[in-house]
């Protein structure tokens, strides 16, 4: 299965080290610009986990809707942004 997780934290990269912990396909969605995103893609952990070499890091939400599920871990005070965001985004396939 093909999970993507919204968010980069230490929550957010949490869940998708454990989705790809546990055998399924994880990509990891953040900001271009965002510390935490290119601290995690660049480093490929957080300071608690680490996620494999070719882990997908993406900063196109329109690939990043291309998934069986899709796992939002932001900031409550972020979530109406990101949700507006994905309400105009679309899969790429």
Known sequence: MEVTVIG???WGSFI???????????KIYGEKNAPDFI???DTLTNGIVTFPEGTAFLTELDDALCSDVIIISVPSQNLRTVMAEIGRASCRE
């Not at 998708?16 to 994880?26: E, M, P, S």
């Open 8 to 10: 980069t934290g230490r």
């Open 39 to 41: 601290e995690l893609r």
């Open 16 to 26: 998708a080290w454990y989705i790809n912990r546990i055998g399924h396909d994880v």
